[in-house]
């Protein structure tokens, strides 16, 4: 199981390490449960100074731009990221879909520049209120990882992640229910099996959208939901 934890724009350096620093045993007590956290770019070095080097909790980044270098003010780059040491990078966030106006093209090219550098994207798709009253979930969903995965050697797909988050579950307090999220991530297994192959089956595909500890169990105990996105845990960490 993975749990990642997007923190969007909240904690600054300071911040970020002291609470990097209460979490980064949780992996210790949480054996079978791999952690990402994506804290904002000014704060990725501070969260993995804070976790420290003898932690299984990884730092990703919230997004990258997919050049490795050149005239795009206010980017970063997988290889800087890299030499940051951060392990990977959320692509196709719905925020980013919505608010900078990322394409499925724009998306596929941030994936591949992640797995250029050797580094684990979380790839994020989902679907509108609209969308889903509309019965248009399934196939928007699909698209959304065709576009992504397109031409992309299984080898290569082993290395990602996919994180369904509906949008109009997200930080709304409505969320999906355990049958209707696992029917939506069976269908993106599906839709990985037409273009991967078997690995599809290796993939890990995690549920996101106003989870938290009362519903989490309940959603994570369905057969298709590899992990949770943004959850809530009691006790040591928010991730909202």
């Not at 520049?113 to 684990?120: I, N, S, T």
């Not at 399934?138 to 050697?153: C, H, I, K, T």
């Not at 409505?174 to 099996?193: F, K, Q, W, Y």
């Amino acid at each position: 199981m993975l749990i990642a934890g997007n923190w969007k724009m909240t904690k600054g350096a300071h911040q970020a390490r002291e609470f990097a620093a209460q979490i980064r045993r949780l992996p210790e007590r949480l054996p079978s449960v791999d952690v990402v956290v994506c804290p904002p770019y000014v704060a990725l070095e501070a969260t993995i100074q804070g976790l420290g080097a003898d932690t299984r909790a990884r730092v990703y980044a919230q997004s990258v731009h997919w050049e490795l270098e050149g005239a795009f003010t206010g980017e970063v780059s997988a290889p800087m990221l890299l030499e940051l040491g951060v392990a990977g990078a959320l692509v196709g966030h719905s925020e980013r879909r919505e608010l900078m106006g990322e394409t499925d093209e724009i998306v596929a090219k941030k994936l591949r520049a992640v797995l250029a550098a050797d580094m684990h994207p979380i790839l994020c798709v989902g679907e509108s209120l609209e969308q889903r009253e509309g019965g248009e979930t399934d196939e928007f969903v699909a698209s959304q990882v065709r576009a992504g995965f397109a031409s992309l050697p299984a080898d290569k797909a082993a290395q990602c992640v996919v994180a369904y988050e509906p949008i109009w579950a997200i930080g709304t307090g409505r969320n999906a229910t355990p049958d209707d999220a696992n029917a939506t991530i069976g269908v993106i297994r599906a839709t990985l099996r037409d273009l991967v192959g078997g690995t599809a089956d290796e993939l890990r595909i995690l549920y996101g959208g106003s989870m938290k500890p009362g519903n989490a169990a309940d959603l994570m105990a369905m057969p298709e939901i590899d992990g949770p996105v943004s959850v809530r845990p009691p006790t040591c960490w928010s991730l909202s």
